[in-house]
C-alpha cells in the first residue's frame, strides 16, 4: 500500500456526515457533504501544473489525486456555502513509498497552495499533516470496508482556537452525478477557500 493506491481506492463519489466539535466554545456542529475523487496519473497535466508551481520536479511525482465537495453545515449564515475542489501530488520518499511530500494547490485551512506530510501508519490509514503561517492540521483517513472511510481532523489555530471534525463518508453507487466535477485537464486552478475540505 502507498498514499497513491489509497486515492485509488478512494476514487469515486462519497455521502459524508460529519460533527465538528468547537473546542473553544464547548459546542458541537453538525454537517454534510457530497464528495468526488478521481486518482490522477503521474503524467496527468494538473500534476505537472501542482509540481511546477512548487517548483518541484515533476519526475519525482507518482501522481495524486482531484477533489471536489459540495457541503452544509449546521450554523452557515445565508451567504456561506462550503464548496470547492482541489488538486494533490505526491512526492514520495526515496527509500520509503508509504511517506512523504503532499503538494495542495490549495489548503484545507488556507487558501494558499501549501505542501505538507504524509504517511501511512500501521493501519494503512493515511495521515496529512500540513504546518500554516497561523495554524496546523492533522488530518487522517481510513477504511473500514471498500464502501465505508472514515475521517478525522484536528485544526490548530495559534492564537487558541481549535476544532476536531469525525466524518463518516459512505461510498455512493451512481457516480454519474459529481459535486463541481472538472475534467483532469481543465485548464484553471481554483483557490476559493472552504473549511470543509474534502
Known amino acids: 500500500m502507498d498514499a497513491l493506491t489509497f486515492f485509488r481506492n478512494s476514487s469515486g463519489k462519497w455521502r459524508s ?3 465538528t466539535h468547537h473546542l473553544a466554545f464547548r459546542r458541537a456542529e453538525i454537517g454534510d457533504s457530497e464528495i468526488y475523487v478521481e486518482a490522477l496519473e503521474a503524467d496527468n497535466p494538473k500534476i505537472i501544473e501542482i509540481c511546477q508551481m512548487h517548483e518541484v520536479d515533476p519526475s ?5 489525486a482531484f477533489v471536489s465537495w459540495d457541503g452544509s453545515m449546521a450554523w452557515d449564515k445565508e451567504d456561506e456555502n462550503h464548496t470547492g475542489n482541489t488538486i494533490f501530488a505526491l512526492i514520495p520518499e526515496q527509500d520509503n513509498p508509504r511517506e512523504g511530500i503532499l503538494l495542495r494547490e490549495r489548503g484545507y ?8 506530510h504524509y504517511h501511512l ?4 490509514a493515511l495521515v496529512l499533516i500540513t504546518e500554516y ?3 496546523s492540521t492533522i488530518e487522517r483517513f481510513w477504511f473500514v470496508n471498500p464502501n465505508l ?3 478525522t481532523s484536528t485544526v490548530q489555530r495559534f492564537g487558541g482556537f481549535n476544532t476536531a471534525t469525525f466524518c463518516a463518508e459512505m461510498r455512493q453507487e451512481d457516480e454519474s452525478q459529481t459535486p463541481n466535477q472538472k475534467p483532469s485537464n481543465v485548464t484553471s486552478l481554483n483557490t476559493g477557500y472552504s473549511i470543509t475540505g474534502w
Do not use: C, K, W, Y
Open 109 to 116: 485551512a488556507e487558501i494558499v497552495p501549501i505542501a505538507g
Open 17 to 19: 456526515q460529519r460533527t
Open 149 to 151: 472511510r472514515l475521517r
Open 121 to 124: 501508519d500501521e493501519d494503512d
Open 60 to 64: 519525482s511525482t507518482i501522481g495524486g
Open 133 to 135: 503561517d497561523t495554524m
